[in-house]
């Protein structure tokens, strides 16, 4: 099963970045091809259902397997990056933190109107980024078809706030 498979694997960094905070360090997942592939297999079985017409991933960890999620399943991948990062035309959204505030940006003409939407990311914590990439896509006139994530922290409760644009909502290994 790929969740004890991904549990075997990710290493936890106690204290990093700030005292307090257990890292959940994908790099090990990274350096394992078979179990790459087996996370882009998973994905796939479980979106086999779900329309999609591209997939965005959030800078930068989501760009490794969002990536590969959307070659293998030939449908185009859409880059979300902090603000200054992409050159040409782009549509901005800014949001808060529990410390402040970031800003995320896509180009304007990535994504098409009417376009189902997978947004991927390699942890989901609060929620906060990918609700703010789930604005960036909705003002752009296309769906949020669903949300992927390698892992997810539920104590956090941030799949609670991605409901809101989408009840699609996979995460691989939940801790």
């Known amino acids: 099963m790929i969740s004890d498979r991904l549990d075997k694997a990710i290493r936890e960094v106690p204290n990093f970045p700030k005292e307090g905070i257990n ?12 179990l790459t592939n087996g996370i882009i297999d998973a994905f796939i079985n ?10 965005v991933g959030i800078e930068s960890r989501g760009f490794l397997f969002g990536f590969l999620l959307a070659n293998k399943m030939g449908i185009p991948f859409v880059p979300i990056r902090k603000v200054g990062k ?24 990535d994504i098409q109107k009417e376009w189902n939407i997978l947004v991927h990311d390699d942890l989901l914590a609060t929620g906060g980024t990918a609700c703010a990439v789930a604005e960036l896509i909705q003002q752009l006139g296309a769906k949020v078809a669903g949300f992927a994530f390698v892992v997810a922290l539920d104590f956090l409760n941030g799949k609670s706030k991605l409901r809101a644009y989408s009840d699609n909502i ?3 290994k939940d801790y």
């Not at 479980?46 to 591209?54: E, F, G, I, S, T």
């Not at 549509?91 to 933190?97: A, E, G, Q, T, V």
């Open 23 to 34: 890292f959940k360090d994908i790099t090990p997942l990274l350096m394992d091809a078979e």
């Open 170 to 172: 996979i995460s691989l």
């Open 46 to 55: 479980q979106l086999n259902r779900v329309k999609l017409d591209a997939i």
């Open 86 to 109: 992409l050159p040409g035309e782009t549509l901005k959204y800014k949001y808060d933190l529990e410390y402040g505030s970031a800003e995320v940006e896509i180009h304007k003409n």
